[in-house]
């Protein structure tokens, strides 16, 4: 069964620092990967995708994910963090033949440290 | 554009009352929608899958007659907790697919919060 992996249930970093949460996916074919933010009480906001193509992503708020194909891995990065992106990170990949569901990791919350 | 709104965003009702959330899709149509069911700190646990004009496909384990879904329109899904019960509050987000698009892309909701006394 397709299954999403979030290995850290909690990350803290310095605010100017460096930041990469990891998702790995277990999957046959090429994944369409998605990686989501979630706010407290808020729904969720996506931040970048990937289908196909360029398996370096950019995406909003100055995110980038890298898909590694041999790693089954799709890890969200940024390279300086403000305080404002400490949230709920959500990797998420589309469910095969299941009209179209997503499977959501654990998620990974990242608390930013002034 | 691709705007998703819920409501209401909170609600407070007491047990073995019905209550009903909103879901629409604001400046597309959406063919489809999701119904999730999200605990404190936990990830989305997916309830439902509605298509415009059909009857709601729900997730093993989830009570059909409990969680009553209805997608009459290309804008409107709606979900009604029957009798509710206190393990009934959590947080509920939808989200809407559009035919445009990837098949897999979902616009999400910013959710409702119940509460059941």
């Known amino acids: 069964a397709q299954s999403v992996t979030q290995p850290d249930i909690h990350i803290t970093v310095s605010e100017g620092a460096s930041l990469e949460l990891r998702c790995n996916y277990s999957y046959g074919a090429t994944p369409y990967l998605f990686w989501y933010v979630q706010s407290p009480g808020q729904g969720l906001q996506l931040l970048l995708k990937?289908?196909?193509?360029?398996?370096l992503v950019q995406g909003i708020k100055g995110f980038e994910a890298e898909f590694k194909r041999s790693q089954s891995s799709f890890n969200l990065r940024k390279p300086s963090v403000h305080w404002s992106d400490a949230a709920e990170y959500f990797c998420a990949v589309g469910a095969q033949n299941q009209g179209g569901k997503l499977i959501f990791g654990q998620g990974t919350e990242l608390s930013v440290k002034p | 554009g691709a705007v998703v709104s819920q409501h209401p965003s909170w609600v407070i009702c007491k047990s073995g009352t019905s209550v009903k959330i909103e879901c629409r899709s604001l400046?597309?149509?959406?063919?489809?929608m999701f119904w999730y069911r999200q605990f404190p700190k936990q990830s989305l646990m997916l309830m439902a899958t509605s298509n415009e004009g059909s009857k709601a496909t729900y997730e093993q384990g989830v009570e059909k007659d409990k969680f009553l879904i209805n997608h009459a329109s290309l804008t409107l899904s709606t979900l009604t907790v029957t009798s509710a019960h206190p393990e009934d509050s959590s947080f509920y987000i939808c989200?809407?697919?559009?035919?445009?698009?990837?098949?897999?892309?979902?616009?999400f909701g910013p959710g409702t919060r119940l509460t059941v006394t």
């Open positions: 989200s809407a697919r559009g035919s445009q698009g990837s098949f897999y892309e979902q616009y």
């Open positions: 400046d597309f149509q959406a063919t489809t």
């Open positions: 990937y289908f196909s193509g360029d398996t």
